[in-house]
């Protein structure tokens, strides 16, 4: 795998400014998120500086590159292909940059739409590519960004909220499935969130039965 300095050299020369102080942004936020959640930094930090490393192609290139490379295109992402650019950049990921880690795939294949059933490491990207640093037009920005480090579940859950408003004022039919793709994802994080809720429900009372049925804090 390349070393995090020789991937920015490259990425620097093949990104425009916004998009590169976009990338960088992305990276330093997805370690601080990561940081605070537990989660696996030096990943984090991969993820979040190639996960748009294919987003200066343009939409016939990242249909050539999917063609070739045998790449799964859906009928929605074919006429609108600037949706590929995860898939590809996670093959590139791979291909020329030499990462192997499916977890860091993954989390730079899906970091647009999100997905169902998404890992930590899949959030963190996904979160840290809406709040980054150099981000200014989102609603709720400051609060979002609050909201990411004390509670990620519930910070995807906003984020794909808000994707889908914006979906759906630019309307058109092209992309109804991607609107379902983010209900499924949302409906999906909801589960998990609510599944950790009863996790720590059922950890509680397991502490008090150890503690003979006396509430102690820990």
């Known amino acids: 795998m390349m070393e995090i300095q020789e991937i920015e050299e490259i990425l620097q020369q093949k990104q425009n400014p916004h998009r590169y102080r976009h990338t960088i942004g992305v990276r330093y936020t997805s370690i601080c998120l990561a940081m605070r959640y537990g989660e696996d930094m030096t990943k984090a930090s991969y993820a979040g500086l190639l996960h748009d490393c294919a987003k200066h192609m343009s939409g016939e290139k990242l249909l050539e590159k999917c063609r070739s490379h045998q790449l799964p295109v859906s009928e929605v992402e074919a006429k609108n292909p600037f949706l590929l650019h995860g898939r590809v950049g996670a093959w590139l990921a791979e291909h020329k940059y030499g990462v192997g880690d499916p977890e860091i795939l993954s989390a730079i294949e899906w970091h647009?739409?999100?997905?169902?059933?998404?890992?930590?490491?899949?959030?963190?990207?996904?979160?840290?590519?809406?709040?980054?640093?150099?981000?200014?037009?989102?609603?709720?920005l400051a609060w979002l960004r609050q909201l990411a480090?004390?509670?990620?579940?519930?910070?995807?859950?906003?984020?794909?909220?808000?994707?889908?408003?914006?979906?759906?004022?630019?309307?058109?039919?092209?992309?109804?499935?991607?609107?379902?793709?983010?209900?499924?994802?949302?409906?999906?994080?909801?589960?998990?969130?609510?599944?950790?809720?009863?996790?720590?429900?059922e950890s509680a009372m397991r502490i008090q039965i150890i503690n003979g049925g006396k509430h102690e804090s820990v």
């Open 112 to 140: 647009t739409t999100g997905k169902l059933d998404m890992t930590l490491l899949e959030k963190i990207v996904f979160t840290a590519d809406y709040i980054e640093p150099g981000r200014d037009q989102a609603p709720n």
């Open 149 to 201: 480090f004390t509670d990620i579940d519930q910070a995807v859950c906003e984020i794909l909220k808000q994707t889908l408003d914006y979906l759906r004022d630019q309307g058109g039919r092209s992309i109804l499935p991607q609107k379902l793709l983010i209900v499924i994802t949302y409906r999906s994080v909801q589960r998990q969130r609510m599944q950790n809720d009863d996790s720590i429900t």
